[in-house]
Structures are given as structure tokens and as C-alpha cells.
């Protein structure tokens, strides 16, 4: 982990997660879980005994911490806690400069996609890296 500048934590969490679902556990998306999703993974962990960090990996949780937020909230408040709150966060408004023009403006906008694909290669570059030690390490196994 300090190798590549990451938690061990987290890294033993991609590890788990990529043999359990490969290049689909890196995928970017936003996951939103029902309240019989949330007891069924609570649920399994119980009856299974597997760790947190297991059964985010089994369940493709990406964070370690939404598990143990939805453990804490059915201890101290059963079902009714695992609910969504209503609460909603407003979307923010875009407020237009009128001082700049189009061409400003996209520059802009080019810089920060570049910043953005920029932190992406980085992270791939570091997985790729991950992965091949990870893969290098069982063939020294057997």
C-alpha cells in the first residue's frame, strides 16, 4: 500500500473486491441501496460471519464505511434508521459570469476535464500496478 501511496486498508479492499467482481468493481457509478437491500447485506454478514470489509467486497460496496454506517443505524435505530431521510440535497445553480466570454469559458472547461482525465490515468496507472504485483505474488505462491 505505501508503495503505491494508498491505505494497505484500501487496497486489501480493491484486492478483495476485484477477485470477487474483476474490472466491474472499478467501474464508476453511484449506487443506491433499498432498505431491504441494506438488511440483506446486514443480514448475510450476520449469518455468514464475514467481515466488513468481506462483505463489502462479496456485495461490490465500494466503501467500507457505508457498510458500518448502515450496522450502526440498525443497531441503534432496527429497520425504521435504514430508511432514506427524504432529505434531498437542492441542485446547485449555475451562475453565469457574463464578464467572460465563450472562448474563456471553454478553456475552462478543457483544463478542468484535462485535470480530470489526468487523476484518472493516474489512478488506473496505480490499479494496473496493483493488480500486476497482486497477480505476480500468486505465481510466486504456487
Do not use: C
Amino acid at each position: 500500500g505505501d508503495s503505491i501511496g494508498a491505505d494497505e486498508g484500501d487496497v486489501r479492499s480493491w484486492v478483495q473486491r476485484f477477485q470477487y467482481h474483476g474490472n466491474e468493481a472499478f467501474k464508476n457509478s453511484y449506487a443506491r441501496y433499498s432498505v431491504k437491500d441494506k438488511l440483506d447485506v446486514l443480514t448475510y454478514m450476520k449469518e455468514q460471519g464475514t467481515s466488513i470489509r468481506e462483505t463489502a467486497a462479496i456485495f461490490n460496496i465500494k466503501s467500507r464505511r457505508t457498510l458500518k454506517r448502515w450496522q450502526t443505524l440498525y443497531e441503534n435505530g432496527g429497520i425504521d434508521a435504514l430508511k432514506p431521510k427524504g432529505k434531498r440535497r437542492p441542485s446547485m445553480k449555475k451562475i453565469k459570469n457574463k464578464q467572460e466570454n465563450p472562448t474563456t469559458q471553454s478553456i475552462d472547461a478543457l483544463q478542468a476535464e484535462l485535470e480530470y482525465l489526468r487523476a484518472e490515468n493516474a489512478y488506473l496507472k496505480k490499479l494496473k500496478s496493483l493488480v500486476q504485483k497482486t497477480s505476480q505474488h500468486e505465481k510466486k505462491q504456487k
